[in-house]
């Protein structure tokens, strides 16, 4: 194990760590989620994270490194009305789908059919909100919020992967500064609490078959495409058959999916890390065993947050979603035939509309898809 490679997991969890927990605990906020019911899902998606990277990098000999869904927490975070037990019912069906998909082809097949566009513009639906509030958070609060955008856009010239975690550093000093009590912060060993899941068909539609979608589409596909971009190729049916069946477990104890890594694997793949990429593989145990110590901290990083100003977390969400929103907008209008459906379902979507208990990430992809069979049905006939 050398110390490049230690380098890089560390690197690696960190920033994607300090870029998205504040995303979480906005999605365990939104389902009334107790502090022990937070501290839970914390470090079970920490653990199955830690544990899924460990095992497809030493089964493939190949660097696989595992990330929680950030676009799947926007996607909780954004839900109003359902409670803990049916969230968790919610993951439970997530993840026993990404485990389907892994073992059964047509599955994926169907999966692969919804257009690019269209899914694109569910997940652009999704982030939007969150980065409006970020930049309502500014104007709210100036004096912390400003700085971390500063900062933010600096440091993103010299290392993008860096840039959120030096916004987050800056705005928790400011934070401390200006008088943020810190007094609350402990150390304290993290337990998993289970949770029994309910099972709404309502909830299942509108949060569980979105967050499967969005999981598959803005983390695993692009998971693959950084490994194949980096010259190894996927283990796409036993990554999707074990991070689904890791994420099924690790529901019961509060916590949402986790999927193939690809902003922070790229800091895993290149020649620094080893340069014998046969045995580049290694990473995935080192970042393993960073995961494992983060999931242990995770009520002092709780606590952390929590005594943050409202407006400083808003901000760095709304930063830490800049880069995926991005993605989704580049891929939603790619494709000029698409672009009208994709157009609804994002505004579909990032309207908060829901209908009969079903949120508005499901009926953003209906209206989308039915849009877009409208436009094939008549230039068929054409």
Known sequence: ??????????????????????ILLAAATALGATPAQTASWLLAVSLGKALGSAFLSWRAKIPVVLAWSTPGAALIAATSGISFAEGVGAFVVSGLLIAATGLVR??????????????????????????LKGAIAAQTLPALVLPMVAVFLVVRLWNPAFAVLAAFATGAVLALITGSDLSALRLAAPVLA???????????LGLGVP?????MASQNLPGFATLRAAGYEPPVSAALTTTGTISTVIAFFG????????????????????PDRDRRWTVGLAYAGVWMLLGLLSPTVLDLIAALPAEVVAALVGLALLSPLMGALTGAFATPDQRLPASLTLVTTASGLAAFGIGAAFWGLVIGLAVWGLDRMKSRRL
């Open 255 to 274: 916590a949402h999916t986790v999927s193939m890594a690809a902003i922070t694997a790229a800091i895993c793949l290149g020649p620094e890390v080893h």
């Open 106 to 131: 047509p599955l994926g097949a169907l999966v692969s059919r919804i257009p690019d566009g269209i899914a694109a513009g569910m997940l652009a639906g999704v982030l939007l909100p969150f980065c």
């Open 1 to 22: 194990m050398r110390l490049s490679v230690i380098s890089a997991a560390t690197v690696a969890a960190l920033v994607g760590y300090a870029s998205s927990v504040a």
């Open 194 to 204: 289970p949770t029994a899941p309910e099972f709404r068909p309502s909830v299942i």
């Open 211 to 215: 967050l499967y979608l969005v999981t």
